[in-house]
Nanobody
Framework: QLVESGGGLVQPGESLTLSCAAS????????MSWYRQRPGKERELVAA????????EYAESVKGRFTISRNNDREMAYLQMNNLQIDDTAVYHC?????????WGQGTQVVVSS
């Protein structure tokens, strides 16, 4: 199970940190990713962090602004989002992939508006 939190309404230029709490699987062996679905668009990969180390990858649109991290002891994944822009408005989903399993959270809404 994956449960996201931390979404909300912010103004352009502000920051948010999303959290993803995992349970029910061996977290440290799973790749963790954040995806988002913007209004009227398909779901897209935002950032990923590989197990069990810290190799990361980012969508070009968020490089330098977003940071993904994980805490294997706490079984948590995070997405630090800085300098948020209106185009970052989306539902953000946490994903865990590994051992032939693909888990998704229900999503958390991020709205960036002036």
């Amino acid at each position: 199970q994956l449960v996201e939190s931390g979404g909300g309404l912010v103004q352009p230029g502000e920051s948010l940190t999303l959290s993803c709490a995992a349970s029910g699987f061996d977290f440290k062996w799973y790749d963790m990713s954040w995806y988002r679905q913007r209004p009227g668009k398909e779901r897209e990969l935002v950032a990923a962090i590989r197990r069990p180390g810290s190799y990361t990858e980012y969508a070009e649109s968020v490089k330098g602004r977003f940071t993904i991290s994980r805490n294997n002891d706490r079984e948590m994944a995070y997405l630090q989002m800085n300098n948020l822009q209106i185009d970052d408005t989306a539902v953000y989903h946490c994903n865990a992939w590994g051992s032939g399993n693909d888990y998704w959270g229900q999503g958390t809404q991020v709205v960036v508006s002036s």
